[in-house]
T-cell receptor, first 111, second 112 residues
């Protein structure tokens, strides 16, 4: 079946270092979404990318959608302890059904 | 007001029991979902419900049965609970299939 692969599974960084997580889909997506789940919390929607090659920024977070609409990345500049959590990408397939979630990247930040 | 609310937040029960988890959304969304999150944090779709159409994930044991009395509610009933059912269960909703999801706060189920 259709899959969304996400790497790395874990990332440990020193506060102030940058962080990137990558997603790759086996098929073309109608859009890709990113979610953040804090420890003990629930996934919270961050952003949706729709257009081929789209780049969006939210403060220190930069999101990219590939030209073929099959891959995406989330980059955090100068991580802070508040960035700790698991980041999920989720690929949308239009009218073909529910989002396909990646397995997530768990980010830990050492102060 | 909470957009997607689940009850209970915690559920501890013995093997073999039957339990239900309730979910309600006040966003006016047409589509609701149940996800299971295991200890590795993987989010696995269990059910999707769009208006009157229920889509069942074939990997889900038939001990799990969703019930939707109306568009705003999608409850989850589990029969004959097993140790392996221990997990966090999330309800979510969205306007349409590929719009963003709003998740509930989760129900942590522990089967002993």
């Amino acid at each position: 079946g259709q899959q969304v692969m996400q790497i790395p599974q874990y990332q440990h960084v020193q506060e102030g270092e940058d962080f990137t997580t990558y997603c790759n889909s086996s098929t073309t997506l109608s859009n890709i979404q990113w979610y953040k789940q804090r420890p003990g919390g629930h996934p919270v929607f961050l952003i949706q990318l729709v257009k081929s090659g789209e780049v969006k920024k939210q403060k220190r977070l930069t999101f990219q959608f590939g030209e073929a609409k099959k891959n995406s990345s989330l980059h955090i500049t100068a991580t802070q302890t508040t960035d700790v959590g698991t980041y999920f990408c989720a690929g949308a397939r239009g009218s073909q059904g529910n989002l396909i979630f990646g397995k997530g990247t768990k980010l830990s930040v050492k102060p | 007001d909470t957009a997607v609310s689940q009850t209970p937040k915690y559920l501890v029960t013995q093997m073999g029991n039957d339990k239900s988890i309730k979910c309600e959304q006040n966003l006016g969304h047409d589509t609701m979902y149940w996800y299971k999150q295991d200890s590795k944090k993987f989010l696995k779709i269990m059910f999707s419900y769009n208006n009157k159409e229920l889509i069942i994930n074939e990997t889900v044991p038939n001990r799990f049965s969703p019930k939707s009395p109306d568009k705003a509610h999608l409850n989850l009933h589990i029969n004959s609970l097993e140790l392996g059912d221990s997990a966090v269960y999330f309800c979510a909703s969205s306007q349409i299939w590929d719009s963003h999801y709003t998740f509930g706060s989760g129900t942590r189920l522990t089967v002993v």
